[in-house]
C-alpha cells in the first residue's frame, strides 16, 4: 500500500538557520506530493505540492522537489524564522481511484530567537 | 482562495451524550468530504469518506454507529460522536475536496474541533 515516512522531530533551529525535513514516499504509479503545516491548534494548512517528478513546490520560502528515482520529497528552507515553529506533515494521493491522502507521521519544527 | 469553516472549534461534553461536529465549505462546492481523528502529537488517522447525497465510507476499526457522518449537500458534512466517552477525546479535523472536473483547490482543511468528554 501507500505509505509517507518523514524524520522524527522535534527538529530545533536557531532562527536564520537551514532547514530539512526529509520524507520519502511508497506508492504505485504516479502519486501527488503535498507538504502541510500544522500552528498549535488549529487545522493543516497546504504549503506547497508537486504534481509530477521533477516538480519544485515553493511557498513562503519553503522549497520540496519531486524526486521519482529516489522515492523523496525533501522539504527545505534557507533561513527559517521563529514563526515557522510547527508540525509539518509529508503528505501523498494517488491521482487515480479514491484519492485519500496518506500522511506522515509529521515532524515538529521549534526555532528559537 | 478555498475556506472550510468548522464548527465548534472547541466542545465539552458529559460522558453519554452526542455532540455533532460541522463542516462547510464556503466558497465552493465539496463533492467529498474527509474525517479525521489525530491524536496528541501525532498524525492524522483517516476516519471516514463521505460523497454528497451517499453514505460514508469508514476505515477499517472506526465505528460507523459511533461516528455518524452525514453529507446531505455540496457544502456541509456532520460529525455526530453518540454516546461519547472520554477516550473518544480528541482533536477532529475535517478536509474537502472540490469537483473532480474543476478540482482548482484540492483538499482544504478546516480548523479542526477539540472534543473533551469528562
Known amino acids: 500500500g501507500n505509505s509517507v515516512t518523514q524524520m522524527e522531530g522535534p527538529v530545533t533551529l536557531s532562527e536564520e538557520a537551514f532547514l530539512t525535513i526529509n520524507c520519502t514516499y511508497t506508492a504505485t504509479g504516479y502519486p501527488s506530493l503535498f507538504w502541510y503545516v500544522q500552528y498549535p491548534g488549529e487545522g493543516l494548512q497546504l504549503l506547497l505540492k508537486?504534481?509530477?517528478?521533477?516538480d519544485k513546490g515553493s511557498n513562503k520560502g519553503f522549497e520540496a522537489t519531486y524526486r521519482k528515482e529516489t522515492t523523496s520529497f525533501h522539504l527545505e528552507k534557507g533561513s527559517v524564522q521563529v514563526s515557522d515553529s510547527a508540525v509539518y506533515f509529508c503528505a501523498l494521493v494517488q491521482n487515480t481511484g479514491f484519492q485519500k491522502l496518506v500522511f506522515g507521521t509529521g515532524t515538529r519544527l521549534l526555532v528559537s530567537p | 482562495g478555498a475556506v472550510v469553516s468548522q464548527h465548534p472549534s472547541w466542545v465539552i461534553c458529559k460522558s453519554g451524550t452526542s455532540v455533532k461536529i460541522e463542516c462547510r465549505s464556503l466558497d465552493f462546492q465539496a463533492t467529498t468530504m474527509f474525517w479525521y481523528r489525530q491524536f496528541p502529537k501525532q498524525s492524522l488517522m483517516l476516519m471516514a469518506t463521505?460523497?454528497?447525497?451517499?453514505?460514508?465510507?469508514?476505515e477499517q476499526g472506526v465505528e460507523k454507529d459511533k461516528f455518524l457522518i452525514n453529507h446531505a449537500s455540496l457544502t456541509l458534512s456532520t460529525l455526530t460522536v453518540t454516546s461519547a466517552h472520554p477516550e473518544d477525546s480528541s482533536f477532529y479535523i475535517c478536509?474537502?475536496?472540490?469537483?473532480?472536473?474543476?478540482?482548482?483547490?484540492?483538499?482544504?482543511f478546516g480548523s479542526g474541533t477539540r472534543l473533551t468528554v469528562v
Open positions: 478536509s474537502a475536496r472540490d469537483k473532480p472536473v474543476t478540482d482548482r483547490y484540492g483538499y482544504t
Open positions: 463521505s460523497n454528497e447525497g451517499s453514505k460514508a465510507t469508514y
Open positions: 508537486a504534481t509530477k517528478a521533477d
